[in-house]
Structure formats: C-alpha cells, structure tokens
C-alpha cells in the first residue's frame, strides 16, 4: 500500500505517512484500518474512481491545459481533494472554467473528521446555511459533492468541522478563462 501509494506524489505520500502515524496514536487499533480495506464513501467506489488513480495520474487536465475537457451537469469533471494531514486541503487552489459542473471527490488523510463546503466565497466563509457540503468524512473516506460554476466568483471551499475554519482548513476556486 505505502509502495503504491509513493507512486502516486507528494500529496498522498504525504497522507501515506500521517496514515501511519495516526495509527499509532489511536493505538493501532484493528478497527481504525479496516476503512481502508472498504469502498470508499460516496460514490466514487467505481472505474471511474480507479481511473483517476490510474496512468493518466493523480489529476486530470486543468483549465488551459492540454487535454482538459470542462465538466458538464450530464458528466461532471472529477476533481480529488485530500482533506488534511492537519487542517489544510490539497489543493488548495483549484481553477475551474466558467459554467462548468465539478465533483469534488474528498477523501479525509488521517485521524480527523472533515467537511467540505463549497460555493459563493461569502456563503462558505459565512457557514451559510444551504451551502453545498459534504459532512462527516472519516479517515480514509472519500465522499463527493456536485457544484455548477455558473457565476462570476469568488468561489471557495472551507470545513467547518469545530475550529478546523479557523485553523485556515479553507480554498479558493479560480474562474478561468
Ligand atoms: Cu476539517
């Protein structure tokens, strides 16, 4: 698992490592890894989500690169967040197309519980109530929320798990192009 994991980058060798520790200080308890033998949470247990860690790499093509193909409300384009190690998301700056329609696949790295809220930057610094989110992800879970970039901006994405906001687990989203 570690092996395959570092082929996949920095970002989730990085959650590869916290995973271990995070083991060790619940007591490498059996039932803190059973997760990780299950499906993830979500929706995302299909080829779709195997796709995303296959040869084509850990991400697709963004706005402006090549190969990008802007996601649409009949098939969204799959974007992979790590919430944590720590209170922090990876990335946390994520450029979308105007109009387009994204999934955000988030997938929790070590011990704690997150959220993942996005939309209006103001609504989602707010806590407003009717925002997008996405709640109770464990370690190791991944759940997903669909969200249509049909405005301006500024968007952003936060957790509002108690204090995690206010530890600066919070993202922006660029309208591109
Ligand atoms: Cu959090």
Redesign the pocket.
Known sequence: MTARLGLLGSGLMLGGALLMGAGAVVGGGAGSYTMMGNRPVGGFGGPGMMGGFGTSGIRAPGPGEAGFVAGTVASPRVIRVF??PG?AFSPSNIAVAKGETVTFAVT?MGG?????MVGPADAVAADTVGTPEVAD?GMMQTKSVTYTFDGSGPYGFA???AG??E?G?RGTITIAG
Do not use: P, Q
């Open positions: 919430a944590g209170y929790s704690l519980v997150h959220e993942f992800i957790c509002h798990a995690h906001y530890a687990m």
